[in-house]
């Protein structure tokens, strides 16, 4: 790993993190949809498939970006965007703990992606 690559490499690092983290939630909600009675089958199950279809984007975006693909940065940081909205969503009704965790987890990976060595290591420079 380069010195100029480094920042580039934590932020992908960062987004395989999430990555992970949604797959966790994913089957988080697929426990649920197969324990709870009564609930709208439909809804839980929308809601699962969704969370897995973003396990699996930010799982590509983080590969292509890994890949020194210029152009997985822009919806890296749209990811990263998702991120805070949710953070601050987390921080205003709870649990506070994961709110500021999401916060600072997303404000990190952006910044990594945006910083001019990782500029030059996408070769934007």
């Known amino acids: 790993m380069?010195?100029?690559?480094?920042?580039?490499?934590?932020g992908v690092r960062l987004l395989y993190l999430e990555s992970v983290?949604?797959?966790?939630?994913?089957?988080?909600l697929v426990v649920l949809d197969l324990t709870s009675?009564?609930?709208d089958v439909g809804v839980a199950a929308s809601l699962t498939v969704m969370a897995a279809l973003a396990a699996v984007v930010v799982f590509l975006i983080?590969?292509?970006?890994?890949?020194?693909r210029v152009r997985a940065r822009g919806p890296a940081v749209v990811v990263q965007l998702f991120l805070l909205a949710t953070g601050g969503?987390?921080?205003?009704?709870?649990?506070?703990?994961?709110?500021?965790?999401?916060l600072a987890?997303?404000?990190?990976?952006?910044?990594?992606v945006l910083l001019p060595a990782s500029s030059r290591a996408l070769g934007v420079d």
């Open 2 to 10: 380069t010195t100029a690559a480094a920042s580039l490499d934590w």
């Open 89 to 102: 969503f987390l921080v205003q009704v709870g649990p506070l703990w994961l709110g500021v965790v999401l």
């Open 21 to 28: 983290g949604l797959a966790g939630l994913t089957a988080y």
């Open 37 to 39: 009675a009564g609930a």
């Open 62 to 68: 983080a590969r292509a970006l890994g890949r020194r």
């Open 105 to 112: 987890l997303a404000a990190i990976t952006a910044l990594l």
